[in-house]
């Protein structure tokens, strides 16, 4: 401040005083303040607009993500990147395949660390010493370690064995058949429950599903046990299914109440299952019998393992219920239910396509000359191309996560630099919508179309009337890998695809080879009532996994086998 007085007298040297000089003074120092400002932002990404800086786009973000994510849509279509805040955390969402290939890449600049620490911290509710475990473990989650830091010292690694457990029982085939055998037996007792040729009237498609398929899915993966020990286990399910987004970003209880009892509830379901059984055979023991496959103990071979190796790494109680939960029930149930329901209400709802799946699916039966009774021929039903288009269309239309990086060493990313301990996403529910991607004549990318992943090609067999070679369905996948993330991407992705696709292709065959099944009116959830509309995206599941439909679907069935 006290040099003024002599940059004044200086300029009067030179400078007469006159109003219009002054005036050209003052541009001229507008001018290169504006300059200087604008190369220090020149490298940095457009911003959201926030109408109440800092307040606005943080509440919308976390508490309605249908109107947030469509201003990011909206904003997405003039430029590649844009940022906003949430409380101290500055947020970046991206769309494009470069950017989404660059997220899923392994890279000493990007990791999914940080998500995974929100996740056992509130959702899996960990003790604050264990999920430091996890923090500490900069070694990767690859049998090699990454190169640490030199500032760093090794640490016991957690990662890693956590990461082999899920690959080992979850993304190998002969593991994942097993599993999808397992399920295949627990579903079909299930429908077995209605007798032949009699007609059902006002089944709910998906209370339906809600309650059965979670039935046999929990029951494959964790035995009979967890349901017997936890009779209203299905409602305590579906209720942290409403709140489990909410659970994320730690919010504290006075705002929170409801979903953090709703956790309680839930974990303490698996705390009374770890409780009620020996995991380790006792001193002088031998293994139980057929200990690799699955038993009426602990289930799958991946359940029963996950939970060994968080007790013999001395985690406390809780983390091990909440890991248990989050990983094996609600991971084997959140996502793959909605979508399953999805798919079974738009083949319902369109009578050649159910015709043509059930054509399809009658083709890959076995049937035992003996008993003459029908299974799936498991790897055929993988491959059925209108049924895979069917599963591939509702995860697209139907699946909006915000795939989610942390920056751990400044990046660039769309020409842009972004800053050590930002958060980079990809938001499912704009990729996925993508007109110049996945809209075809006729079929927008904002319809559902049951054959946008199928061609037809000749096949080797002519037509008895024309002799020219008749045209079958191949299933060829519409998008781009990096344009279709529903389980996201890179060594962080759901190690459970496999076994998902197996269990919705496999509940949807079954459905419609096993009923003639006839539409009758969309309701209302909340009251069983008449809707006039068919069911929609639930506004409150978006931006959070598998968002369900806001109506169900009254039909009524007719067992057939």
Request: with cysteine; aromatic share 12%; charged share 25%.
């Amino acid at each position: 401040m006290a040099s003024s007085p002599l940059l004044v007298d200086s300029l009067r040297q030179y400078v007469p005083l006159s109003p219009l000089n002054i005036g050209l003074v003052a541009a001229g120092l507008l001018l290169i303040y504006a300059f200087i400002t604008a190369n220090r932002n020149a490298n940095r990404a457009p911003a959201l607009k926030d109408p109440i800086p800092y307040v606005y786009n943080a509440y919308q973000y976390m508490t309605d993500q249908p109107a947030f994510l469509n201003r990011v849509r909206n904003a997405l279509k003039n430029q590649p990147i844009v940022s906003f805040h949430v409380g101290p955390l500055k947020f970046y969402m991206v769309k494009s395949p470069k950017s989404i290939q660059a997220l899923f890449r392994t890279s000493p600049s990007v990791s999914s660390n940080k998500f995974m620490h929100m996740i056992f911290e509130n959702m899996m509710n960990f003790a604050p010493h264990d999920t430091a475990r996890f923090d500490d473990d900069l070694s990767g989650r690859l049998p090699t370690p990454l190169p640490l830091p030199t500032t760093n010292k090794p640490s016991k690694r957690y990662w890693a064995p956590y990461h082999a457990i899920l690959h080992n029982y979850l993304a190998r085939a002969h593991e994942t058949n097993k599993l999808g055998l397992t399920y295949q037996k627990f579903f079909g007792e299930r429908l077995e429950k209605y007798k032949i040729g009699e007609w059902v009237e006002d089944v709910k498609i998906r209370d339906f599903l809600y309650r059965d398929m979670f039935i046999a899915a929990t029951t494959a993966f964790c035995g009979p046990r967890m349901l017997a020990l936890n009779p209203d286990l299905i409602d305590v399910f579906w209720k942290h299914h409403e709140i489990a987004a909410s659970l994320v970003y730690g919010l504290p209880r006075f705002l929170n109440k409801r979903a953090l009892n709703i956790r309680e509830q839930f974990h303490g379901a698996a705390k009374k299952y770890l409780e009620g059984a020996e995991l380790f055979p006792k001193e002088g023991e031998k293994e139980r019998e057929n200990e690799g496959d699955w038993d009426e103990v602990w289930g799958s071979s991946v359940n029963r393992e996950l939970c060994r190796f968080f007790a013999r790494e001395g985690f406390e109680m809780r983390s091990q219920a909440g890991a248990l939960c989050v990983t094996n029930v609600f991971g084997s149930n959140a996502n793959s239910i909605p979508i399953c329901v999805w798919m079974l209400m738009y083949t319902i709802r369109d009578p050649v396509l159910f015709a043509s799946i059930r054509e399809e699916v009658e083709s890959v039966l076995i049937i035992d000359p003996s008993s003459g009774n029908k299974t799936l021929d498991l790897q055929k039903m993988l491959a059925l191309p209108l049924l895979q288009s069917v599963y591939i269309e509702c995860l697209r239309m139907h699946m909006s996560i915000n795939v989610t990086r942390e920056v751990v060493e400044p990046t660039m990313f769309e020409g842009y630099l972004i800053e050590k301990g930002a958060i980079i996403q990809g938001p499912a529910e704009i990729i996925h919508y993508e007109e110049e991607n996945w809209g075809k004549e006729g079929h927008p990318a904002s319809e559902f179309w049951a054959e946008r992943h199928v061609k037809y090609v000749d096949s080797d067999e002519a037509d008895a009337t024309t002799g020219e070679k008749k045209k079958v369905r191949q299933f060829a996948m519409s998008g781009r890998a990096a344009e279709f993330i529903p389980y996201g991407g890179g060594v962080s992705m759901c190690p459970g695809r496999f076994f998902a696709k197996q269990e919705m292709l496999m509940t949807v065959a079954l459905m419609v080879s096993r009923f003639d099944i006839e539409f009758l009116e969309w309701t209302h959830l909340e009251d069983g009532s008449h809707s006039d509309r068919p069911a929609q995206n639930h506004a409150a599941f978006i931006g959070g996994a598998a968002v369900p439909p806001d109506r169900d679907m009254k039909v009524r069935w007719k067992r057939l086998w």
